[in-house]
């Protein structure tokens, strides 16, 4: 069965660094999100995209965060200047537009510490 | 706005014993609501989704899980619990999306269960 993948599955970087975190979504899906769950605490909708463009954000998505899909199966979510309190799990999700209705798939995490 | 519910933190069941883990939720208009479960160390398993018709959802390694409208509930069963069956189990309301949005999964904070041979 196709997945979702992430890399790295850890990354670990100092406070005011920039961080990259990568996912392939499936092949087929034309929907994309990013969530993030802090330890401890429930799993957060950062943002949306679709069509090239982000679809919806949430208020956590700030000016520090931004969106790409710099070729046709990677998508990415960069933090331009990283905060302790960006430590947490990322994970990356994809979707399918041909069926309506259809689940969310998720990757398996990127977990973020920021030291 | 739209939210979901998890009241409880843990849920402890012997194997072969039924269980269910409860949910309720919050929205304006007709809800999509799904169950998800997360193993140690891993991202989200889809199990089942309420969309429409029928009230009880069956879906992945033999959970279920009953829609009910009037008590705004979507508790996830099992008939029979099994020591593999532990991890966090989360229940998701889907936004209503704009635009181009499918819409984003609204997440209660999740139950631990915790089934013991």
């Known amino acids: 069965e196709p997945e979702v993948t992430q890399t790295p599955s850890h990354q670990v970087t100092q406070m005011g660094q920039e961080v990259i975190l990568r996912c392939v979504p499936i092949s087929n899906h034309l929907y994309f999100y990013w969530y993030r769950q802090i330890l401890g605490q429930k799993v957060e909708f950062l943002v949306s995209f679709y069509n090239n463009e982000i679809s919806e954000k949430s208020e956590i998505f700030d000016d520090q965060f931004s969106v790409e899909r710099p070729d046709g199966s990677n998508f990415t979510l960069k933090i331009r200047s990283t905060k302790l309190e960006d430590s947490a799990m990322y994970f990356c999700?994809?979707?399918?537009?041909?069926?309506?209705?259809?689940?969310?798939?998720f990757g398996d995490g990127t977990r973020l510490s920021i030291l | 706005a739209q939210s979901v519910a998890q009241p409880e933190d843990q849920v402890n069941v012997a194997e072969g014993n039924p269980l269910t883990v409860k949910c309720t939720y919050s929205v304006s208009g007709n809800p999509y609501l799904f169950w998800y479960v997360q193993y140690p160390n891993r991202g989200l398993q889809f199990l089942l989704k309420?969309?429409?018709?029928?009230?009880l959802v069956k879906g992945s390694y033999g959970f279920e899980a009953e829609f009910n409208k009037s008590q705004t509930s979507f508790h996830l069963k099992k008939p029979s619990a099994l020591v593999s069956d532990s991890a966090l189990y989360f229940c998701a309301v889907r936004s209503k999306g704009y635009g181009g949005s499918q819409g984003n999964l609204i997440f209660g904070k999740g139950t631990k269960l915790s089934v013991k041979p």
């Open positions: 309420y969309i429409t018709g029928d009230n």
């Open positions: 999700a994809s979707s399918d537009r041909t069926v309506s209705n259809q689940p969310q798939h």
